[in-house]
């Protein structure tokens, strides 16, 4: 089922924070899509075919697992009567094509068919984006064109080669930094040239409305399995949820399920990167400032004339200078809190998981588990759940790189 409850207010705003700020040649397009989703949302054969493919074709539910000696690593488990700190994963990596991007691809898929479009681009950072969609579109018959920035197709080659054996076509961006954000726009121009037949599917829970609530909503099968997952497993909620923040998808995903319940902290972890200073990271809670970018009012990491600075990740995934707007709903109202973790500690975390637990984390998923290995040994018989957002495999030659074996 895809959750419905806590809507933006008018013009799709989360708080202040969200809206549609597009070019005039998007507005119509952009209406029409919001029509067109809250007619699927509210059609149970929609539901029912999402609930479908998830389940036969992308592999959920996913398991909730209980690392046991990354627990007692930490301090945590069983020491005497106490229970101890306990940490879970959510293996979104276990997902057909190793991440949840998947979750969000099908249900615009099917969006998208039932608009009648049958030509589909994306953008994509990390190339998992990518990925996913070109599956889609060879699952449902499209045309799919990815545009990606030339930096991150040098460090993801081998999501690129998966996307052309899926039958894409992937375009280089050779503008600015070449990363996410110059993908996306080039997504959108291509958008504005033809939108006749035309789906944009958007991958994170970014852009215009109602991008920002569409992808979450069909995220939100993250948090929902996971609540009753630990119900069933401890019979109680956790104490803690920890993901980690590119665009913000995963994360709101798997909070959207516990937002009501107060005692449950809901923790996002940015890309701390090489340091502290502007263009050296992409923590655009700790760095930046409120603005517009590519559509949404949110949080940016802009200098003081308002110029997007440039960012820096280990992680293609996380390097981004604009968050999901709902996340900056979240930080100002406090119901979420945002930290970040640097590249070293990242790929310490991953090395981590590797030995403890036999997983092999993406770098993105990898500044969850750091901040988990912050936090577990100061926490008293807690249950955390980490949101393990993906597998790693995409990244061997970035770790073959950076981790002297
Ligand atoms: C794309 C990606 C992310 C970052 O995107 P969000 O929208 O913030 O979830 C995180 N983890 C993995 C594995 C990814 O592929």
């Known amino acids: 089922m895809i959750e419905t409850k806590s809507q933006p207010g008018e013009q799709g705003r989360f708080g202040a924070y969200g809206g549609r700020y ?13 029509q067109a989703y809250f007619a699927a949302r509210s ?39 106490m229970p101890g700190t306990k940490i879970y994963l959510k293996r979104e990596d276990l997902l057909h094509t190793g991440a949840h991007k998947i979750n969000n691809c099908v249900g615009q898929a099917l969006l998208a068919r039932r608009m009648g479009k049958r030509r589909i681009i994306a953008e994509t950072g990390a190339g998992q984006h990518g990925v996913a969609t070109a599956t889609v579109c060879a699952l449902f018959g499209f045309t799919c ?35 996410l954000k110059e993908a996306i726009s080039e997504a959108m121009r291509d958008w504005v040239t033809n939108v006749e037949d035309t789906y944009y599917l958007l991958g994170s829970a970014l852009g215009s409305h109602p991008y920002p609530l569409m992808v979450r909503d069909f995220q939100s099968v993250i948090g929902k399995e996971a609540r009753e997952q630990i119900l069933a497993a401890e019979g109680r909620l956790p104490d803690q949820l920890i993901a980690c923040v590119g665009g913000g998808s995963n994360a709101i995903g798997l909070f959207h399920a516990f937002r009501d319940d107060a005692n449950v902290k809901m923790i996002g972890v940015e890309a701390g990167g090489r340091g502290t200073g502007l ?48 996340h900056a709903m979240l930080h100002d109202s406090g119901r979420a809190e945002y930290t970040s973790c640097n590249d070293s500690d990242a790929l310490d ?14 770098l993105e998923s990898s500044h969850a588990i750091a901040e988990v290995i912050k936090r577990a040994p100061k926490a008293r018989n807690e249950i955390i ?12 030659e970035i770790l073959q790189r950076e981790l002297k074996l």
Not at 22 to 34: Q, R, V, Y
Not at 349 to 362: D, F, K, N, V
Not at 385 to 396: A, C, E, F
């Open 22 to 34: 597009a070019p005039e040649t998007l507005m119509h397009p952009l209406e029409e899509l919001e």
């Open 43 to 81: 059609d149970p054969a929609f539901q029912a075919e999402f609930d479908y493919l998830l389940k036969n074709y992308v592999g959920r539910p996913s398991p909730l697992y209980y690392a046991k000696r990354l627990s007692e690593s930490l301090g945590g488990a069983s020491s005497g009567s």
């Open 145 to 179: 064109r990815v545009y990606m920035g030339e930096e991150d197709m040098a460090r993801q080659r081998l999501n690129v080669f998966r996307m052309k054996l899926l039958g894409a076509e992937v375009i280089p961006v050779t503008a600015g930094q070449r990363t």
């Open 279 to 326: 263009g050296e990271h992409a923590a655009r809670f700790s760095g930046g400032t409120p603005g517009v970018l590519q559509g949404t009012f949110t949080y940016l990491l802009q200098d003081n004339n308002g110029q997007i600075v440039n960012t820096h990740s280990v992680s293609a995934g996380l390097d981004y200078a604009a968050v999901g707007p709902e």
């Open 349 to 362: 975390a991953c090395q981590r998981l590797m030995l403890l637990e036999g997983i092999l984390p993406a």
């Open 385 to 396: 759940i980490v949101n393990l957002s993906g597998r790693g495999d995409k990244d061997i």
